[in-house]
């Protein structure tokens, strides 16, 4: 029997990204193994699936193969939790995921917890508006230039092609000085291969432990255990483009407290998220109400 070919598979869950070599020979089952044992998990309370909308479920199997289930060689997977939560060694296993999901989390970075008979319903959901955005061509249409275009109206070319919501020179024009979240995931996936060579690492900054070639840190550190070197940049796009009121007096009412004293207060907003239209694809926040917890005073 000749040997079986290895290949690299990404798997993508909520906590990062790892890279999983496998033979294209080997079931499904030793495919969910490895997946185990690169997250270091406790136990096999997930799944996995080929696409990211969870439609395309591999089902761990002694009998099918990982060429029979057509994962080729660099291939995304998605790693789903049943629960909503994945248990390390150092978690409790009767912890239960939350259902807040906080706003910031990308497409790419949101699986909802869903058991491998895909049955059981999920404990976390995306927001409205990202759903609605995520379904939305996000093209800028533009009108037919009457110097430049020589076609006829049902025509179109260069210059009167729709844009990408990421097109760079149409957000300067426009005074936008950072693309919308939404249009950030479309550059992500846009071009021939859409998105599937994207790696989105989950960078961790911790030292390794178990260096036997010093004193533990801090008494002493090297190469080989410490993080690797890390450049800051500036994040090209925002979660959400708009921050509106629904009444001037909920904002008044909260400053007034500042202007009157020096002293500052923190509060947490309550709304809504909405589309907004001036940014493409871009998201407002309408918000309803200010809470401000007991706080004590600066002295």
């Given amino acids: 029997m000749s040997k079986s070919k290895r290949i690299t598979v990404r798997v993508q869950s909520p906590e990062g990204t790892k890279r999983v070599e496998i033979g294209q020979l080997d079931s499904t089952k030793l ?95 995306e927001d409205e508006v990202d759903l609605q955005l995520w379904k939305m061509d996000g093209k800028i249409q533009r009108q037919r230039d009457r110097k430049l275009c020589r076609h006829g109206p049902n025509g179109c070319c260069v210059h009167c092609s729709p844009l990408e919501p990421f097109d760079e020179v149409y957000l300067k024009e426009q005074n936008v000085k950072h693309m919308s979240f939404h249009a950030y995931l479309r550059k992500l996936t846009a071009g021939v291969d859409r998105g599937k060579f994207v790696a989105l690492e989950n960078i961790s900054c911790r030292i390794k432990a178990g260096c036997k070639d010093h004193p533990p840190w801090p008494k002493g550190i090297c190469s080989k255990c410490q993080p690797n070197a890390i ?68 002295v």
């Avoid at 009998?63 to 080729?72: D, I």
């Avoid at 790693?79 to 999901?101: D, M, Q, R, Y």
């Avoid at 909260?254 to 907004?276: A, S, V």
């Fill in 31 to 125: 495919l969910y193994e490895k997946v185990h044992d690169a997250f270091d998990l406790t136990g096999f309370g997930f799944a996995l699936f080929r696409t990211r909308d969870r439609k395309d479920e591999l089902i761990s199997s002694r009998s099918h193969t990982v060429n029979q289930s057509k994962l080729a060689h660099g291939d995304m997977i998605y790693l789903a939790p049943i629960n909503g939560t994945l248990f390390h060694p150092k978690e409790p296993s009767s912890s239960v995921g939350g259902e807040t999901l906080h706003k910031g989390s990308s497409v790419e970075e949101v699986f909802e917890g869903k058991s491998t008979s895909s049955q059981l319903p999920s404990s976390q959901k």
């Fill in 231 to 298: 450049t800051l940049n500036r994040q090209v796009y925002r979660h959400v483009d708009n921050v509106m009121f629904e009444n001037p007096h909920l904002v008044e009412q909260f400053l007034n407290y500042w202007r009157t004293t020096g002293h500052q207060r923190i509060g947490f907003l309550f709304g809504k998220y909405e589309i907004h239209s001036d940014v493409p694809l871009g998201i407002r926040a309408t918000v309803a109400a200010i809470y401000e917890p007991p706080q004590g005073r600066s």
